[in-house]
């Protein structure tokens, strides 16, 4: 059994084949590993950004919006108001998954942008199931795990931004986080 309780796949492909993989990671996948040995090639190879996107279609919608929020707001950013309402819709939407806080995740993305970590967790948020269509329109469903890609992006533009100076320390926080997570810890 896989040290990684909250990733409960024999293979990496099980994850992977969810996603587009960077040029970079294909070789990685070559041999057909296990989830924690394709993790441990991702640490080797120094990649930390696949390792956070591999997480995010890996890890339980729950945890891996919970590991998310965590590090958006962990990051040391002076948040503009539309960014701490999407910080905050996120956090109601966890609180109560409903149609309701998953539909004002659109409104805050689209008030926020998709210029920082906030705007692609309120992106995630509306992604998370249920129709894109307004209520009352015929029922439109995001592609299945279209909320991880968010995750994904919200996640890794928090480590750049807003100049990179903080990328290596925040990539190591995060996905020292997201295994701790995985494990079930």
């Not at 070789?27 to 390792?51: K, T």
């Amino acid at each position: 059994m896989s040290r990684f309780k909250k990733l409960p796949y024999n293979k990496a492909k099980e994850v992977t084949d969810r996603y587009d993989l960077r040029p970079e990671c294909e070789p990685l996948l070559l041999d057909d590993p296990s989830v924690a040995d394709y993790i441990a090639r991702l640490q080797e190879q120094d990649l930390a950004g696949d390792l956070i996107t591999f997480l995010c279609y890996g890890l339980p919608i729950r945890e891996a919006f919970s590991w998310a929020l965590n590090c958006v707001e962990s990051a040391d950013n002076s948040w503009a108001p539309d960014e701490l309402e999407a910080l905050a819709v996120t956090r109601a939407w966890l609180h109560k998954p409903d149609d309701s806080n998953r539909r004002l995740g659109d409104q805050a993305a689209k008030r926020c942008g998709h210029k920082n970590g906030p705007g692609w967790l309120a992106q995630a948020v509306y992604w998370s199931g249920g129709s894109l269509m307004p209520a009352g329109e015929p029922v439109v469903l995001p592609p299945d795990f279209l909320y991880a890609q968010a995750l994904s992006g919200a996640i890794n533009l928090t480590a750049i931004l807003p100049d990179g100076a903080n990328a290596n320390e925040r990539y190591q926080q995060y996905t020292k986080l997201g295994l701790s997570i995985a494990a079930g810890r």
